[in-house]
């Protein structure tokens, strides 16, 4: 019998997260303050984060050690499994093995819990008693609320609207673990007061929720603000699912030659992607790294390698990414947890000095992969994970061609229970493919901050 899921036990779950910041080859610019564009001090991040994560975000460490208290929860659902996509090989009739690693099977359906646990944990140690924070798809505010309600916090969650009109039941999910949910922009915030003045019908953005979470968190020294993705300690507490991978891959007896992952702040694609490119750096491996973003929001194909705001109201710092401009609002694509401006820093320098590879679909090539997926291996992907479904598919139709075994490894991010009137839409033909949206770019990267460094 061919063996299919590589499993580890409770025992095997890594113990200690890896900080790829130790292996830069150059060290990254510094976060640079909104206002001043000076570089940020920790005083000014106290205001919304505890010192533990600030250490963790500027940490050269290359390791540090999850905390006992972390751990124990993430055990509700880790290890989780690394499976081997033979009926999808079948399916496409490549001679590639593609194996998939499921963060779908998290008691919210994806990857975000790795970090809201942690993120909750520290802030509660800190003696912080409420989080607020902004969710796209509702991924990132479900793992949040549910990290929260087991560390007996409050939470706030102010949603993309668009978001919040296409998946009621995320949003129920959320007030199920206790969080309190809004729709953005809204009427609670200066920011979003702003911004529906300009905009009345706006159906928001990433960068719009993120500024009504951090003003509140700015305004009230009892609450701190939680970020999903993007930020190094945040991708440093995902490298969890690529230490587990490269165990399980022991297991399996294979070497990957690439490994894939969706891209939205990049903190899935790192928490893969990062402790291979250990292994390129430190063991001589050749893995190529493979990050896959929407056509409809092409940051890292298309956009430029540059300081910009974080958020489109310009509370949240300046960093060093690539970016369309925080005042580009991408098309409201269905995979909500895509249509950000910017990514991750460290991913940025890594794709500038030619770690990372990009790659863009729209939502239409995207769909049929994750159909594809679907019916041959029996899970219903989120519509985010299905860029790196595409990306894999592709490969193993390349290898096909040119008869080669290529072991392809793509990180499923998350299950799309929630998704399935996105699924309706595809099904009926009704999917709308947004062009490339050049002169919208264009206008947002005239408004990037001019920092002297
Ligand atoms: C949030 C989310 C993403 C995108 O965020 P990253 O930080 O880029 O990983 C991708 N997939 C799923 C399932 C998500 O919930």
């Not at 033979?86 to 099977?105: N, Q, S």
């Not at 990050?291 to 540059?306: F, L, N, Q, R």
């Not at 219903?380 to 139709?397: G, K, M, N, Q, T």
Request: charged share 20%.
């Amino acid at each position: 019998m061919m063996q299919t899921h590589f499993l580890l036990t409770q025992n095997d779950m890594p113990t200690r997260w890896y900080n790829a910041q130790a292996d830069l080859p150059t060290p990254l610019p510094p976060a640079i303050h909104p206002a001043t564009l000076q570089p940020v001090t920790p005083a000014d991040l106290e205001l919304i984060f505890p010192r533990e994560l600030i250490l963790q975000e500027v940490s050269t460490e290359r390791y540090i050690d999850i905390p006992a208290e972390v751990q124990e929860i993430l055990r509700l659902w880790r290890p989780t499994p690394l499976i081997r996509a033979v009926r999808l090989e079948k399916a496409l009739g490549t001679p590639a093995k593609i194996f998939y690693k499921h963060e779908g099977v998290s008691p919210v359906g994806s990857h975000k819990p790795n970090t809201a646990v942690a993120q909750a944990y520290y802030n509660k140690i800190a003696g912080i008693e409420r989080l607020s924070t902004e969710t796209g798809a509702g991924q990132w505010g479900s793992a949040l609320a549910m990290a929260c309600s087991f560390f007996e916090m409050a939470c706030k969650v102010y949603m993309v609207k668009v978001s919040y009109q296409q998946k009621p039941y995320r949003r129920s999910l959320m007030r199920l673990f206790g969080a309190e949910v809004t729709p953005s922009p809204s009427n609670e915030t200066e920011a979003g007061r702003a911004i529906l003045a300009r905009d009345p019908e706006s159906t928001g953005s990433l960068g719009m929720a993120i500024s009504e979470a951090v003003e509140v968190a700015m305004k009230d020294p009892g609450v701190n603000y939680a970020l999903g993705s993007v930020l190094n300690h945040v991708l440093m507490h995902q490298t969890i699912i690529g230490e587990e991978t490269i165990k399980q891959l022991d297991l399996a007896g294979v070497a990957p030659d690439v490994v894939i992952g969706c891209v939205g702040g990049g903190s899935n694609f790192g928490g893969l992607a990062l402790p291979f490119f250990r292994q390129n750096v430190q063991d001589g491996a050749t893995t190529r790294l493979v990050a896959v973003e929407p056509a409809a929001c092409p940051t890292m194909t298309k956009g430029i390698y540059a300081f910009d705001y974080g958020d489109t109201a310009r509370m949240a710092p300046v960093v060093k990414m690539d970016t369309l401009g925080h005042e580009f609002v991408p098309a409201g694509i269905h995979a909500g947890g895509l249509r950000y401006h910017g990514v991750s820093p460290l991913l940025a320098a890594l794709h500038r000095q030619g770690f990372i590879t990009p790659v863009a679909y729209p939502q239409n090539d995207v769909f049929e992969a994750a159909t594809i997926f679907a019916r041959s291996e029996g899970i219903i992907p989120a519509p985010e994970s299905s860029h790196a479904i595409r990306a894999a598919i592709d490969e193993a139709l390349e290898a096909k061609e040119r008869g080669e075994e290529r072991v392809i490894v793509f990180g499923l991010s998350g299950h799309g229970h929630f998704d399935l009137s996105a699924y309706d839409l595809y099904l009926e033909g009704k999917l709308t493919d947004y062009a490339y949206p050049e002169e919208m770019i264009h206008q947002a990267l005239d408004k990037l901050p001019k920092v002297a460094l």
